[in-house]
Nanobody, 121 residues
Framework: QVQVVESGGGVVRPGESLTLSCVVSGIIYRIYDMAWYRQAPGKQRELVAIDINDEITTYKDSVKGRFTISRDNAQKKAYLRMNNLEPEDTGVYFC???????????????WGQGTQVTVSG
């Protein structure tokens, strides 16, 4: 199977920065898209940033210019650098990896358990 593990969350003040990390492991032939989602209390999970097949990156409008998604294919990792954090960025951040497990299998989405980011103070 495939495991996705996030790390790097925490409690910060408005204006501060955090970098989230995501590592993908297990049976992996190729990783296509990698994305970060977040879920605020009482709200639905939403897409924050996505790296499409290591070619194109897109962002939620409210984080453009503040957040940067990147990836290290050799290490099977993705990162989300978050600058100038705002209270509205508070939530659980989830990493999503679109993975082909073998040369003949179809692509599937795998999710991590999430990491909490709290912007307060």
């Amino acid at each position: 199977q495939v495991q996705v593990v996030e790390s790097g969350g925490g409690v910060v003040r408005p204006g501060e920065s955090l970098t989230l990390s995501c590592v993908v492991s297990g049976i992996i032939y190729r990783i296509y898209d990698m994305a970060w989602y977040r879920q605020a209390p009482g709200k639905q999970r939403e897409l924050v940033a996505i790296d499409i097949n290591d070619e194109i990156t897109t962002y939620k409008d409210s984080v453009k210019g503040r957040f940067t998604i990147s990836r290290d294919n050799a290490q099977k990792k993705a990162y989300l650098r978050m600058n100038n954090l705002e209270p509205e960025d508070t939530g659980v951040y989830f990493c999503n990896a679109n993975v082909q497990m073998t040369a003949i299998s179809t692509k599937r989405d795998f999710w991590g358990q999430g990491t909490q980011v709290t912007v307060s103070g």
